[in-house]
């Protein structure tokens, strides 16, 4: 794999991780349960770390610091905002959007597995095993 596509692939893991910072953060805000509010936090805290562990490895290959983020993600994120606003149940959709976010990212993380090298591959795997567990969690609220 050359390294322009590696770095492609990376950039774009970048600006999903610093997506689903900022998506986790307005759930956080917008959230009525304190348990809820914590987690979207932590979460949103984890997504940080995730891109900040990218980013050197961005660096190596030729390529610089972003601000990160898509504009998908910033509509998304004012969808999360209508959806606390306007629904019966605020907790619920919040869940509901950041699920669907969840499933983005897995999907992000999924393609990058099959084009990354030996170098960042373990870091990828790491970091879509928190992915995983992350789904649970949110799944386990949903319950």
Avoid: N
């Amino acid at each position: 794999m050359s390294e322009q596509r590696e770095r492609i692939v990376l950039t774009h893991l970048i600006d999903t991780c610093k997506d689903a910072e900022r998506g986790f953060l307005v759930a956080a805000e917008e959230a009525r349960t304190p348990a809820l509010k914590r987690l979207f936090c932590r979460l949103s805290e984890q997504r940080a770390e995730f891109a900040a562990d990218l980013l050197p490895h961005v660096l190596l290959l030729g390529g610089h610091e972003r601000s990160g983020g898509t504009a998908m993600a910033a509509l998304h994120r004012a969808w999360i905002h209508v959806k606390a606003h306007t629904s019966g149940d605020p907790d619920r959709a919040l869940i509901e959007e950041t699920a669907r976010g969840e499933r983005t990212a897995r999907a992000a993380y999924d393609v990058a597995l099959t084009q990354v090298g030996s170098t960042t591959r373990t870091l990828i795997e790491s970091h879509e095993l928190g992915l995983r567990v992350a789904g649970r969690l949110i799944d386990d609220v949903c319950r």
